[in-house]
């Protein structure tokens, strides 16, 4: 059993309920149109209207997934300026040293200044390290978790996540 193209698009999530229900509003009203005229001048919707009909339909679908993709974008940018704003504003100073402390970011090394307090909080999970514009800051934890919750990418990690089993044979205070 074939279902109407209304039904379809509904069922597609292209339109909504009230946009479907306008559309009809809109046809009827037409057609209302027609029955006023006299019955030799009355006819019924020709293939031209028909599709004309559609491609309006199929045009506020577009545009409504258009106006979703851009409000997407938006919500992204803001996600962005307020994890900029959170780091800029909350990031600790980097320690005048040239100990480093490594780290791993996805499948590299990589690493930032660390003197041994900063080391020792990086392990307890004071501080954490997030990603700004293609470099790393240290941040207090609490600033860390907010920024989690904006872009869970953001945040390198925390050092009690990742402690170590007194098990498996690695010291816990191996620097590398």
């Not at 009203?29 to 309006?56: H, S, W």
């Not at 040293?97 to 590299?108: C, L, M, P, Q, S």
Request: aromatic share 2%; net charge positive; glycine share 6%.
């Amino acid at each position: 059993m074939s279902m109407s193209l209304r039904d379809q698009l509904l069922q597609a999530g292209l339109v909504n309920e009230k946009q479907a229900k306008e559309a009809e509003r809109h046809l009827r009203q037409q057609q209302r149109g027609r029955q006023q005229l006299p019955k030799e001048k009355r006819a019924a919707p020709t293939d031209a209207e028909l599709a004309a009909q559609r491609a309006q339909l199929a045009k506020a679908t577009r545009d409504q997934e258009l106006n979703r993709q851009q409000k997407e974008q938006a919500d992204k940018r803001a996600r962005h300026a307020q994890i900029e704003q959170l780091i800029q504003q909350n990031c600790l100073p980097r320690p005048p040293t040239d100990e480093r402390y490594n780290f791993v970011d996805g499948n590299k090394i990589r690493s930032i200044p660390a003197d041994q307090l900063v080391r020792e909080r990086l392990r307890r999970g004071e501080i954490a390290i997030v990603r700004r514009s293609g470099g790393y800051e240290l941040v207090p934890a609490e600033i860390a978790a907010r920024i989690r919750e904006r872009d869970e990418g953001a945040v390198i990690g925390c050092g009690a996540t990742h402690e170590a089993t007194p098990d498996d044979g690695v010291p816990d205070d191996l620097m590398w």
